[in-house]
């Protein structure tokens, strides 16, 4: 019975990412997409990572396909024109092939894998105890790893600014993105007040919840940032100037607090990253509380783009 | 046949699938999008091996599964500055053309946009 789930499920996955390869419209194609990231979370869960699938229902499936919703809506005149340079028969032939092939060395090296499967799970499970969290996810990226953590924070950074330096010169330190006009007593307006307070709750509850169960911050921070996406949408709210200086200071906030504490660790536990015996539970919160605003409004901010207006208002 | 291999193969196909799109689709966004599916399917052929690492009571190797998060959060940083990099061109252009040969774009909004 499970098997034949699974089989549908993979053959369903297969017909949505062909579709949105094929798809004559990119607005059909992004739909596409979207469906194909909520049935990639039920294949996490099949796949045991439940930590994955809610980070792939928030952030694969939601925020990405928003983004690329938003693009082909503002592309859409330029459809045409890039079907016309669409590539001959060989060269679709040549690329069908190259792909095959692709896909078989690959299958063939799925069919190979090791018996049995190296693994750290023992490690994980034998280390855990030391770091006072449940979540073995929760320990890898805030302790055995949170190097990568770490620099996982510094690239979303790095994208935002990225993001705000690709504005015009005169819309430099302005608010991003247009300001929305919803009909204030119409049903966006309605949902984007009476939403946030249950979302804003739920993404506490799965930020807090990741250290013994699945969840973490950055699920909670992108539930976070979809309510204040809403609101923002709704025209309840406007988007931050990029030039304020209480949004830069929570923006590298996360970073900083976790590099101050990863260099306490250089003096009191002999490694950057390192966290003395006995209180590695509540830096690890520190951390995660620091992280949480800053992932909130990166994520936010990415999605609503370089600013489009001047510093002035 | 087992989840993992099952999904393992699915994924290889995935990525076949996003190449195919990421060559022939001359749409910018497009290839944007055919990436996305590339990462995916990388993504869920690593999920898969993780699922093979199931040990210690732990479903899933936690160590890939944790990778697999920041994995996803940085594929969505970079998605987010290739689509504001795109519409950045096609505000300066009015186009959005990758061809080299493609005719003089520096006047916006002109013949093909």
């Known amino acids: 019975m499970i098997d034949a789930l699974n089989i549908g499920l993979a053959g369903l996955i297969l017909g949505l990412a062909l579709w949105s390869i094929v798809a004559r419209e990119a607005f059909a194609a992004v739909a596409g997409f979207m469906a194909y990231g909520l049935l990639l979370t039920l294949v996490w869960v099949q796949l045991h990572g439940i930590d994955v699938a809610l980070t792939e229902a928030a952030i694969g499936g939601g925020l990405t396909g928003a983004l690329l919703i938003g693009a ?29 092939a692709v896909t078989a060395a690959l299958a063939v090296g799925v069919l190979a894998l090791p018996v049995p499967a190296p693994t750290l799970a023992p490690d994980v499970a034998a280390q855990i105890a030391v770091t006072g969290v449940g ?5 890898v990226l805030l302790a055995f790893r949170a190097m990568d953590t770490l620099l996982e924070a510094i690239v979303l950074l790095f994208a935002l600014i990225g993001v705000w330096s ?14 929305q ?5 119409g049903i966006l ?28 911050k950055f699920q909670g921070a992108t539930i976070m940032a979809s309510m204040w996406l809403l ?82 208002p | 046949m087992s989840a993992a291999t099952l999904f393992g193969l699915c994924a290889a196909a995935l990525i076949g699938i996003g190449l195919y799109g990421l060559i022939v689709n001359p749409h910018p966004l497009r290839k944007i999008l055919a990436f996305n599916v590339i990462g995916s399917g990388v993504f869920i052929l690593f999920g898969a091996i993780a699922r093979r690492g199931a040990a210690a009571g732990i479903g899933g190797d936690p160590v890939p599964q944790a990778l697999l998060i920041t994995g996803i959060v940085v594929a ?20 959005v053309t990758l061809a080299s040969d493609a005719p003089d774009k520096t006047q916006p909004g002109t013949d093909d946009a």
């Open chain 1, 231 to 312: 609101v923002m949408m709704a025209g309840l709210a406007d988007a931050p100037p990029i030039s304020r200086t209480w949004l830069r200071t929570l923006l590298v906030a996360g970073p900083l607090v976790f590099i101050a504490i990863g260099l306490v660790g250089v003096v009191t536990a002999d490694a950057f990253l390192a966290y003395p015996a006995g209180i590695a539970k509540p830096l690890i919160l520190v951390i995660e509380f620091a992280l949480m605003p800053t992932l909130t409004l990166i994520l936010g901010l990415m999605l609503v783009g370089a600013p489009k207006r001047g510093p002035l």
């Open chain 1, 72 to 100: 082909a809506t503002r592309l859409r005149s330029t459809e045409a024109a890039a079907r016309a340079e669409r590539p001959g028969t060989a060269v679709r032939w040549l690329a069908a092939g190259v792909s095959v």
């Open chain 1, 166 to 179: 690709l504005a015009p010169d005169r819309f430099w330190g302005g608010r991003p993105g247009l300001r």
């Open chain 1, 189 to 216: 307006a309605y949902v984007a007040r009476v939403l946030p307070p249950i979302g804003v709750i739920a993404g506490i509850y799965i930020f807090w919840v990741g250290a013994d169960h699945p969840g973490g």
């Open chain 1, 181 to 185: 006009h919803a009909d204030p007593n």
């Open chain 1, 135 to 139: 979540n073995p996810i929760t320990a």
């Open chain 2, 76 to 95: 969505f940083s970079a998605t987010a500055l290739a689509v504001a990099l795109l519409l950045r061109l096609f505000e300066e252009t009015g186009s």
